[in-house]
């Protein structure tokens, strides 16, 4: 019974993350609402189906998000100012739950303004994971020869292991916090 709650909580700290409400991932997933809402208090009678379909659709390993293995997603993830869900995804980088990490994980908290007239920032690495959010302006942040834009309001979180810096868009400063969880 146990592993059951901790599958419903896998399932809905995932849902939560990616920005979604119960009722709008069951219309995607094609689920009643009131019966998706029962699969989030415990998952005894959620069809491996659905559970495959949440997977698919938040591109989840389906065994991790079974297993508990630190269900990752295998993309960093963009959210636009008021969309509340994934905007830009790229195979290939993992990161784990914003949730996980907030609650779990020491954030370190940054604000950082960039000028139009700074140079790009030389690409860094380190472990962890990383979230920025744009307070004020824009901001490009890089990934080798990958530039994803943001602006106010945007965020994106990502796995930092790989090469990455950021730098001013445009012609006003842009400012935005950065949380990196070591």
Do not use: W
Not at 25 to 48: F, G, N, S
Not at 150 to 159: A, M, Q, R, T
Not at 172 to 182: H, K, Q, R, S, Y
Request: net charge negative.
């Amino acid at each position: 019974m146990d592993e059951l709650k901790e599958l419903a909580a896998r399932i809905r700290e995932l849902r939560e993350v990616c920005g979604y409400t119960q009722e709008e991932l069951a219309r995607e997933i094609y689920v009643d609402p009131e019966t998706y809402k029962k699969y989030e208090e415990c998952a005894e009678d959620v069809p491996i189906s659905v559970i495959y379909s949440i997977a698919k659709k938040f591109g989840v390993d389906f065994s991790e998000i079974m297993t508990g293995t630190g269900a990752k997603l295998r993309t960093y993830q963009v959210v636009r100012a008021g969309q509340g869900q994934p905007a830009d995804r790229y195979p290939g980088y993992r990161f784990q739950n914003l949730a996980f990490h907030f609650t779990n994980k020491i954030m370190q908290p940054f604000l950082v303004t960039l000028d139009p007239s700074d140079k790009p920032a030389a690409l860094v690495q380190h472990g962890g994971e990383e979230f920025n959010l744009v307070i004020k302006g824009s901001i490009v942040v890089v990934f080798d020869d990958q530039e994803i834009v943001l602006h106010e309001g945007d965020s994106i979180y990502f796995n930092p292991t790989h090469p990455h810096g950021q730098k001013c868009y445009g012609n006003e400063p842009g400012t935005f916090l950065t949380m990196i969880a070591e």
